[in-house]
């Protein structure tokens, strides 16, 4: 089963991966800002990623 949470910036539902870990780097698909996922359970919730000045390593 899928988790979903809430974008904090725009309130739209963020689809999860299944597998999804704590400090996940996510981005929304509406306002496309980069989300981190600060937990998994019990309920999933996403904060707004640190603005930095370096690519995030795939
Ligand atoms: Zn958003």
Do not use: I
Request: aromatic share 4%; proline share 9%.
């Amino acid at each position: 089963m899928a988790y979903s949470a809430s974008c904090p910036v725009c309130s739209a539902q963020v689809n999860l991966a299944d597998d999804v870990e704590e400090s996940e780097v996510v981005t929304c698909p509406d306002c496309q800002t980069s989300l981190v996922v600060e937990q998994v359970s019990p309920q999933p919730s996403l904060v707004e990623a640190p603005q930095v000045d370096e690519d995030w390593g795939e």
